[in-house]
């Protein structure tokens, strides 16, 4: 699955990078190469904690779809 990101200089001149697709899940790196690696860590991340919240109740299932 592919996400948008956002990039842009802090003041510092390190790049930042953010994925409004996920609130909240923000990453930065020295070179804009190290930030787009950092963004997919921080990406799995914050998929792999969302995935453990789910809760399935009563007579629900739980199912995986691919896009």
């Known amino acids: ?9 802090g003041e510092d001149g390190w790049y ?5 697709s996920i609130p909240g899940c923000v ?3 020295k070179s804009l190469e190290e930030a787009l ?4 860590d921080a990406i799995q991340g914050c998929l792999d904690v969302l995935n453990e919240r789910i ?10 779809v691919a896009v």
């Open 37 to 40: 690696e950092n963004i997919k």
């Open 55 to 64: 809760e399935i109740k009563g007579a629900e299932k739980l199912m995986e």
């Open 27 to 29: 990453s930065q790196g």
């Open 1 to 9: 699955m592919k996400y948008k990101v956002v990039i842009s200089e």
């Open 16 to 20: 930042v990078v953010e994925c409004p």
